[in-house]
């Protein structure tokens, strides 16, 4: 049960702040967190709603040597399987940060995942959106 508190508290930040977001561009909220032995990491725990118009500023880092990264948006069945629909960022590996600026319309109704691209350690990485 333990290890379950941090991904549910991560999910609930994050998804709060992507309606947030629309609202004051001052509000941000950073995740650091470990995509473990599974190879992916669920940021959003139900599909991402706003309005139809309306931008987000997403940056994202690797913070492990020897892995490459992906942040994605997709349906529960693409995290499942672990496939990309839509490739938000990569990271190329620790000190690279990449800055995404995406329309809301794209994210409707998709959930938001980091993935392990290259590698098999466990890998820290950092999420901003804002």
Do not use: H, Y
Request: aromatic share 6%; with cysteine.
């Amino acid at each position: 049960m333990r290890n379950m508190v941090r991904p549910l508290a991560t999910i609930a930040v994050v998804t709060g702040l992507l309606g947030i977001a629309l609202q004051s561009a001052d509000a941000a909220v950073q995740v650091t967190d470990t995509v473990g032995t599974s190879g992916k990491f669920l940021v959003t725990g139900m599909p991402v709603s706003g309005p139809a118009s309306g931008f987000i500023k997403i940056v994202f880092g690797n913070l492990t040597s020897g892995t490459n990264l992906e942040l994605c948006a997709g349906s529960t069945g693409d995290f499942s399987s672990g496939t990309c629909a839509l490739s938000l960022s990569s990271s190329g590996g620790p000190g690279f940060s990449f800055l995404t600026i995406v329309d809301l319309a794209q994210l409707n109704g998709k959930v938001l995942f980091v993935k392990r691209a290259v590698g098999t350690t466990a890998s820290k990485f950092s999420l901003t959106v804002e």
